[in-house]
C-alpha cells in the first residue's frame, strides 16, 4: 500500500501505508512533514489538510458536515480539500496521491 504526499514545492513523499490508518496518520507515523495534525485527529484543528484529485475523492467516504465546516472556516472552499484525518485508508486508495498546502493555518 502506498501513498504520497507532495509538498507545495513539489517534493514527493511516497510511504508504505497501513490500512486502517488515516491518511494523516500515515503521515505523521512516518514523518512526512507539512502535516501538523495539532488535534491528533479529532477534526477541531484544520492543520492536516490535503487536496485530492477528483478521482481519488470518490475512492474515499464523503466529508462529514462537520469536516466541511472546519474547512470553510480554516481555508478557500476549495472542492479538492480534506482532513486527512478523517480519511482512513483503504486498499482501494492504493496509490493515492495528495498534495498539501503550502502552510497549516491553525
Ligand atoms: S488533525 Fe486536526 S483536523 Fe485533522
Do not use: F
Not at 7 to 32: F, L, R, Y
Not at 73 to 84: F, M, N
Amino acid at each position: 500500500m502506498k501513498i504520497t504526499y507532495i509538498e507545495s514545492d513539489g517534493t514527493p513523499h511516497t510511504v508504505d501505508a497501513t490500512i486502517g490508518w488515516s491518511i494523516m496518520e500515515n503521515a505523521v507515523k512516518n514523518g512526512v512533514p507539512g502535516i501538523l495534525a495539532e488535534c491528533g485527529g479529532s477534526a477541531t484543528c484544520g492543520t492536516c489538510r490535503i487536496y485530492v484529485e477528483a478521482d481519488w475523492q470518490g475512492k474515499m467516504s464523503p466529508p462529514h458536515p462537520d469536516e466541511t465546516t472546519l474547512l470553510e472556516y480554516v481555508e478557500e472552499e476549495r472542492p479538492d480539500a480534506r482532513l486527512s484525518c478523517q480519511v482512513s485508508m483503504t486498499e482501494s486508495l492504493n496509490g493515492l496521491v495528495v498534495r498539501m498546502p503550502e502552510r497549516q493555518y491553525s
